[in-house]
């Protein structure tokens, strides 16, 4: 007999069974809908045979592991379908990546979108056959003699110890290696589609051969797949690099480099707003403004330890002479100099040293994308110094600015992800007692937040513990916007003191923060939130003028003057076109206050003005108009509040 414990803790004594028979007599409902198991923290079959006493969960695909599964299963269906319509395919490997699963294949088909329609309507027949996945055990000769035609195969297969068994997963006449888990049936895949085809080279290594990738994602049930297009249909829509060239915001030039953005006119007035209003707030929230050089002596680097073990991420150095000077990377080590240019005292902290600071990372060239991920970029860094017993205060007023700018930006979705070291590696600095205690100061100040928050095993820089915030766009689509730490470890380092209130020397926390992230990766992140609808503060141009008649174009001009010199941004559309033309046109570009000129408001001296929403108001008073966009603007609203205005 073996003792079996489920999740709630409860336990039942049976005879040797699978992980199938105990779901079947949980519920026939759970059984229906299981997919794998867990057993004693492993996730296997529900074949698996249980044989000795275990913790065990049923999976379903509401599950993460469960889902996985289903993801997993899934390329093996469309390897399956490929080896029925083109024989000559030859797989490589097929995993589970975020959303979906992809696959690797050698063939001499150029596969097109087209293509992968035939494909699924084959993998569709195989789910119907609901065809029985079950895993076989084989030697080294034997999987060597079932895969010797394809040398991928037999390359993984080569590369296994000789004594070890090797797994390989067989649905109907389709046999593949794989370690599992799977499915027990194809009829367990009811929602899939496959999304696209990518190029990719054997082991990622650009000196071997170049094969397909065919992506597809995978979900529970349909609902949830459905839903899952959608957004993505959506988030194409929203792609910043697509809005961005549309409202001539930024560009990225061969001539310049990859990775290098270049803000065009309209694109840096949003960065300065942005910048602007991030500067006044945090002089209100105590911060002192510093400036510091884009380049530095590397010893600077060893110091902060950066070098060695940042050097991947660094701009190979320049000779100045004979010293090398490496770009900047990150501001930290410059703003510890600023702490350091002086004696200080406890009444000095915590003091809070803010800048815009230009970095520069080498990225793989493969690994750019858009404004997400870029090569140089400017970063709203902070970082605060203050003793050990303020240190858990200043990470909650961290956090509350965090909140604080996420609610004038209409961010309703957010989290922070807790990062901690893996008690197994090597890569971290620092002794133990340093590591809890700044472990233990980061979770007191999250459970006081009251943000939710996750924790993550391994991810910890090498200095310390991190947190991120992520938040989700309008549409659900996830970004990490910030990292911040509390660091016990780079005080030391750079020797930093301060003298306390016992008149002895001691050693200040350091908290790094930046709420709003790089300018690259937050505008683009806000490109995507609003649809490239701006509100009304932040957008490049906030009012055009649409004369309907040439005749109306000197009254458009001055009332243009008159709105500049209130501080607005306006163009007018001189062009010869329909009055519903330049609307359509204006609505493309997102501008968010469209004003309709003809004979009748220059007779009146009244506005026609059109929001975005759709919204028209004619006969509106100008001046009240004026105090209007400005009350909105002060406010920060997210859309321009049509109600304060009368007219008809």
């Known amino acids: 007999m073996v003792k079996i414990i489920f999740p709630d803790g409860s336990h039942e004594e049976w005879n040797e069974c699978t992980a199938m028979q105990i779901a079947e007599k949980i519920s026939p409902h759970l059984a229906k809908e299981a997919v794998a198991a867990k057993v004693n923290g492993n996730v296997v079959d529900l074949s698996f045979k249980i044989n000795q006493d275990s913790q065990i969960q049923i999976l379903t695909g509401k599950d993460p592991e469960g889902l996985d599964t289903i993801r997993h299963s899934s390329a093996h269906l469309l390897a399956q379908a490929l080896l029925r319509l083109y024989p000559g395919t030859k797989l490589t490997i097929g995993p589970v990546v975020e959303n979906g699963f992809y696959y690797d294949v050698d063939s001499d088909r150029n596969f097109t979108p087209e293509d992968l329609r035939v494909i699924e309507q084959e993998m569709e027949k195989i789910v119907k056959e609901d065809l029985e996945v079950f895993r076989k055990e084989l030697t080294k000769r034997e999987a060597l003699k079932l895969f010797a035609t394809n040398e991928y195969k037999i ?30 049936s194809t009829s367990k895949l009811k929602a899939w589609k496959l999304t696209k085809v990518a190029g990719a080279y054997w082991r990622a290594d650009a000196k071997n051969k170049q094969l397909q990738r065919i992506y597809g994602v995978a979900f529970n049930d349909k609902k949830e797949l459905d839903a899952y297009l959608k957004m993505m249909e959506e988030a194409e829509k929203r792609d910043h690099r697509k809005i961005g060239r549309e409202l001539d915001l930024f560009e990225i030039r061969e001539e310049i480099g990859p990775g290098l953005i270049i803000w065009l006119p309209k694109g840096n007035i949003v960065k300065e707003e942005l910048e602007n209003w991030a500067k006044e707030t945090e002089k209100q929230w105590g911060y002192q403004r510093v400036t510091t050089p884009l380049i530095t002596k590397e010893g600077l680097f060893y110091t902060s330890e950066h070098l060695p073990h940042y050097t991947e991420s660094m701009f190979s150095p320049m000779t100045i002479e004979n010293e090398k000077y490496y770009i900047k990377p990150m501001n930290c080590p410059f703003h510890h100099m600023v702490f350091k240019s002086r004696p200080r005292s406890y009444r000095e902290l915590p003091l809070r040293l803010a800048e815009y600071g230009w970095c520069h990372r080498y990225e793989p060239s493969g690994t750019l994308f858009g404004m997400m991920r870029v090569r140089g970029m400017q970063m709203n860094d902070a970082h605060i110094y203050c003793a050990k017993e303020q240190a858990v205060e200043e990470f909650i007023s961290v956090i509350r600015l965090h909140e604080y700018y996420y609610k004038i930006l209409g961010i309703t979705e957010y989290w922070m992800e807790l990062s901690l070291r893996d008690p197994k590696g090597d890569k971290y600095h620092g002794n133990e007692e340093m590591w809890i205690e700044a472990e233990e100061l980061m979770k007191e100040a999250m459970e006081k937040s009251g943000v939710k928050y996750k924790v993550l095993i391994g991810g910890a ?30 005080p030391g380092k750079f020797d930093l003191k301060f003298t306390g209130q ?13 709420p709003l992230g790089t300018h690259e990766r937050f505008i683009g992140f806000l490109l995507e939130h609003f649809a490239g609808r701006f509100p009304l503060w932040l957008a490049p141009v906030q009012i055009i003028l649409l004369p309907i008649a040439d005749r109306h174009l000197e009254y458009s001009q001055n009332l243009k003057k008159e709105f500049e010199s209130q501080g607005l941004r306006v163009e007018v559309d001189e062009r010869t076109e329909s009055a519903g033309k330049k609307v359509r046109d204006a609505q493309v570009k997102k501008i968010p206050l469209m004003i309709t000129l003809g004979d009748k408001e220059i007779e009146n001296k009244t506005l026609a003005v059109r929001t975005l929403d759709g919204k028209v108001k004619f006969g509106v008073d100008k001046q009240e108009f004026l105090n209007n966009v400005k009350e909105n603007m002060k406010s920060k609203t997210i859309l321009f509040n049509m109600s304060r205005t009368t007219g008809q």
């Open 461 to 490: 820089a090498f200095y310390g513990p991190k947190i991120d915030f992520q938040i989700k766009s309008a549409i659900g689509k996830e970004f990490t916007a910030s990292t911040n730490q509390i660091d016990l470890f780079m």
């Open 155 to 184: 390359e993984m297969i080569n590369e296994m110890p000789d004594t070890e068994l090797i797994t390989a997963y067989q649905q109907g006449e389709f046999i593949d290696l794989c370690r599992g888990p799977h499915v027990p």
């Open 502 to 514: 016992d008149g002895k020397e001691h050693t200040p926390v350091i908290l790094h923060r930046a």
